[in-house]
């Protein structure tokens, strides 16, 4: 028995207005056994729940069943269901566009990353073509400020400082 039958079987009882007691004296049994159905501690056998539905006038489904609940209409049970749905929906589109862009960021940090590896390795040759060798440290870090704004590149970014005592040693430790 779990909580959601247990509650129901609260409401209905309450809303044809039984004690614990009078139930109890009405379907043969404890009132002991009435409260551990209403906890969910026990299940009341087959017996007793088609006893229940027919004192409370209910089908056995509406009773026992999660989208059921104590006298509501057709209507009301369906409006019910498909709002119940829409949300479902909404949750499984919402859980897809999460998925969707932790996906997105790891293409991207792969990217940057990749990046980040052609520029180490690009910049110290297209920088002494250009005989920008005395300005290398600035050149760096002008990629560097130029790649972490425009694309956030600034985890991967900071191994282009890494390139510079490099580039002196290879270029000066002939």
Avoid: C
């Avoid at 991207?108 to 590896?117: A, F, I, M, V």
Wanted: glycine share 6%; no cysteine.
């Amino acid at each position: 028995m779990n909580i959601e039958i247990a509650d129901r079987l609260v409401a209905l009882r309450r809303e044809h207005g039984y004690s614990q007691e009078e139930l109890a004296a009405r379907l043969g049994v404890s009132r002991q056994a009435v409260s551990k159905w209403e906890r969910a501690e026990s299940s009341p056998d087959t017996d007793n729940l088609i006893a229940l539905a027919r004192l409370y006038g209910v089908s056995l489904d509406e009773m026992l069943l999660q989208g059921a609940r104590p006298g509501e209409s057709e209507e009301a049970r369906e409006e019910r269901e498909i709002f119940e749905a829409a949300e479902a929906w909404e949750d499984a589109e919402e859980r897809l566009e999460k998925k969707r862009k932790k996906k997105r960021k790891a293409r991207k940090e792969k990217l940057l990353w990749l990046l980040t590896l052609v520029l180490m390795v690009g910049l110290p040759t297209v920088t002494h073509l250009m005989g920008l060798d005395a300005v290398y440290p600035v050149v760096i870090t002008v990629i560097y400020l130029i790649t972490g704004f425009l694309l956030d590149n600034w985890h991967p970014g900071w191994m282009l400082y890494l390139t510079i005592p490099l580039y002196y040693a290879l270029l000066f430790g002939e």
